[in-house]
């Protein structure tokens, strides 16, 4: 099975370079899994004494 330059390469080769490949690959993945888990969602701010959620329902409360 010729190479893309056209010269024949071992089957061990081949394998090296596919799991260098895939190795890339995962560690690409891997840090862009890590990225999007290290933000949080969007939230609204919220100051001392405000309500921002004063329109959900509450069941901890006591009453």
Do not use: C, I, W
């Not at 893309?4 to 993945?29: F, H, R, T, V, Y």
Request: no cysteine; proline share 13%; glycine share 6%.
């Amino acid at each position: 099975m010729p190479a893309q330059g056209g010269a024949p390469k071992g089957l061990l080769q081949q394998m090296e370079e596919l799991m260098a490949a895939l190795n890339a690959d995962l560690s690409q993945l891997d840090a862009d899994l890590q990225h999007s888990t290290d933000r949080t969602p969007p939230a609204a701010p919220v100051t001392p004494g405000s309500r921002a959620y004063e329109s959900e329902p509450r069941s901890d409360r006591p009453f």
